[in-house]
């Protein structure tokens, strides 16, 4: 999924004579997608401000839908992240433009858990809500990482929520600072893994969550000043960690 222009685009690796397969789905900002493996696919994105819910039946065409609208005019919805639970209902995590400077301002958490769209503050302290990534475990619990400007010094939050109707409950991931470029990933028996990208440091590192702890810090790689943005990671069937970026 990707802009090009002002068009959203979505391919997919389809073999044969025409390796990609294409479709064009709307005008965006920011983009996040998620696929069951049934072959359906779930987008969203900003328009007009707001969030925009796409989604597509294997082989079939794009249905569109607003799914959120901030209450501030000029605030954009922006930097989406997007994970689908047992029971295949939609997860995203998105912030509020700040500013001109593609910050955030406030963290949300839309969902059609309930049979319809509903959006939850997560948080608006301290500049929260920077290029979330959200995941659902077995139990049904959200957890959320985002990157959260406090005094202009970034550091990732976890933010957590046990059932739709609990609280949110937040933490800092091992008290790191100075941090960016979050991704989140379940692991075995309901760990956590994240990779992130430390400013100070210059490096791309990773942590696990477990039992109510953190991990060491474990160096993935150490470069120039713009190594490890933009980071991706996914676990493999035998439960190996992949990770690419910048």
Excluded at 133 to 147: K, T, Y
């Amino acid at each position: 999924l990707y802009r090009q222009g002002s068009t959203l685009r979505y391919r997919r690796f389809g073999g044969g004579s025409t390796p990609l397969v294409e479709d064009t789905v709307t005008s965006t900002i920011d983009t996040a997608l998620a696929v069951t493996s049934s072959g359906v696919v779930y987008a969203v994105h900003g328009h007009n401000d707001g969030l925009r819910f796409a989604h597509r039946a294997a082989n079939g065409t794009w249905g569109h839908t607003t799914v959120f609208t901030p209450a501030t005019s000029g605030k954009r919805t922006i930097m989406f992240g997007i994970a689908l639970d047992a029971g295949g209902k939609v997860h995203v995590a998105h912030g509020r433009e700040a500013g001109t400077d593609q910050k955030s301002d406030r963290l949300w958490h839309t969902s059609n858990e309930s049979g319809s769209w509903v959006t939850t503050l997560v948080t608006d302290s301290q500049g929260p809500g920077h290029l979330p990534s959200v995941v659902v475990d077995g139990s049904g619990a959200v957890h959320i990482l985002h990157s959260r400007f406090d005094s202009s010094s970034p550091q990732l939050r976890l933010e957590s929520r046990a059932s739709p109707t609990s609280s949110w409950t937040s933490q800092s991931v091992a008290g790191e600072t100075q941090t960016s470029y979050p991704t989140l990933l379940l692991g075995t028996a309901g760990s956590l893994h994240v990779v992130y990208r430390t400013w100070a440091l210059k490096r791309l590192r990773h942590r696990r969550y477990a039992s109510g702890s953190w991990s060491s810090a474990l160096t993935i790689d150490s470069g120039n000043n713009e190594m490890g943005r933009w980071a991706c990671a996914a676990r493999g069937p035998n439960g190996r960690l992949h990770a690419i970026y910048e």
